[in-house]
Structure formats: structure tokens, C-alpha cells
T-cell receptor, first 115, second 114 residues
């Protein structure tokens, strides 16, 4: 079973604050993703990465930066947090292909509250 | 525009009853469809994946169907348990690889009461 961990699990900050969410996977997966989940919406892709040093823009990237420092570690940065970024954030990882079994493995989530 | 619609939004059943969750989508191409279970405040756990036209899968008390012509899937839960209380999320992948995107439904919140 693929293992994806996230830290912190809960974070409260103020408007304008600087926040870094961390994700680590230990399964040698190439691909890593950051999503946000809000009530009434499906998960939405913020940023993703094909490997260390690579960064791709997702569907809702505004207000977020990301950095992939190693194959294992993917960080999401909110440099000027706003209340609209209050959400549940998920990290996921995957291998490039898997035919019918292609799957993303999800971390436990980080709940971020911006006051 | 939402490409994956789930119904009902929420559902309350008594322990031991059966229930059916629906997923309609407009994603094209539709390579595969996966159902996830998400306990409150937790991550997504895969229940089953459907790939082919008219696929049917079974995983214990969970069974699922896929009709690619109708772009419709159902998740059946039989003899519900209190631990089945969770949000069930339908996800459609437009490719069978990381080159594609996953399209997520908003989920059906299932509550199982004694």
C-alpha cells in the first residue's frame, strides 16, 4: 500500500500569513499532486509535478506556489494567505502508468483555516 | 462546468439496509471510473475501479456498475454498517495514465443510523 504523509494535519493562520504545507511519499512515485477540497465541490487540482525540480500548473493555481525538492517531497506555499484559501488540502502521488489500475494515492489531508 | 454529478447529495439509512449511490458524468474520453470512500476529515480510500463498457465489480459488500454509453455508474452497498458512514466520491479519469486528469464528483454523504 502506497504511503503518503502530510504535515501539519491542522493549521490556523491569519490573513496575509505565510504557510507551507508538506507532503512526503516513500513509494518512489514520480508524480505528486496538490488538491483542495471544499464543501459542494469535488477535489480541485492546484499544482502537480512529474519529478524533482518539475512543477506543473493545475486548475486552481492562483495564490499558491509549489516546490518539488526531491522525488519524495512536495510542498505547497501560501505566501499571503486569504480566507478563501480555508480548505482541506490533499496531496497524492502516482506512477506514470498502470493501465486499468492507474491510481493516485492520497494523503490524510491538512485542514487549513485562514482567519 | 461540473463534469461529474453525484446523487443524492446525502442519504440516511438504517443499519442493515441496502443503498444505491449514483454518478453521472460528461467527461470525454472516459478511460476509467473509480469510487472512493472518505471518512470525515480523512483521506480517500479506493473501493473499486471500473474500466470497460458495462463493467461490474464487487468488493465485499460494495458492488459497482458502469455504463459508458450512458456515462453512468452506480455504487451499491448491501447490509450497511455504522462504519459505512462516510462520503463516497466518484472520480472519472480521462486517461489510463498520469498524463490524464482526474475529474472528481462532490460526493454523496452517507449516514448510517442504528
Amino acid at each position: 500500500e502506497a504511503a503518503v504523509t502530510q504535515s501539519p494535519r491542522n493549521k490556523v493562520t491569519v490573513t496575509g500569513g505565510n504557510v507551507t504545507l508538506s507532503c512526503r511519499q516513500t513509494n518512489s512515485h514520480n508524480y505528486m499532486y496538490w488538491y483542495r477540497q471544499d464543501t459542494g465541490h469535488g477535489l480541485r487540482l492546484i499544482h502537480y509535478s512529474y519529478g524533482a525540480g518539475n512543477l506543473q500548473i493545475g486548475d486552481v493555481p492562483d495564490g499558491y506556489k509549489a516546490t518539488r525538492t526531491t522525488q519524495e517531497d512536495f510542498f505547497l506555499l501560501l505566501e499571503l494567505a486569504s480566507p478563501s484559501q480555508t480548505s482541506l488540502y490533499f496531496c497524492a502521488s502516482s506512477v506514470p502508468t498502470g493501465a486499468s489500475s492507474y491510481e493516485q494515492y492520497f494523503g490524510p489531508g491538512t485542514r487549513l483555516t485562514v482567519l | 462546468k461540473t463534469q461529474v454529478e453525484q446523487s443524492p447529495q446525502s442519504l440516511v439509512v438504517r443499519q442493515g439496509e441496502n443503498c444505491v449511490l449514483q454518478c453521472n458524468y460528461s467527461v470525454t474520453p472516459d478511460n476509467h471510473l473509480r469510487w472512493f470512500k472518505q471518512d470525515t476529515g480523512k483521506g480517500l480510500v479506493s473501493l473499486t475501479v471500473l474500466v470497460h463498457e458495462n463493467d461490474k465489480t464487487s468488493n465485499g459488500r460494495y458492488s459497482a456498475t458502469l455504463d459508458k454509453d450512458a456515462k453512468h455508474s452506480t455504487l451499491h452497498i448491501t447490509a450497511t454498517l455504522l462504519d459505512d458512514t462516510a462520503t463516497y466520491i466518484c472520480v472519472v479519469g480521462d486517461r489510463g495514465s498520469a498524463l490524464g486528469r482526474l475529474h472528481f464528483g462532490a460526493g454523496t454523504q452517507l449516514i448510517v443510523i442504528p
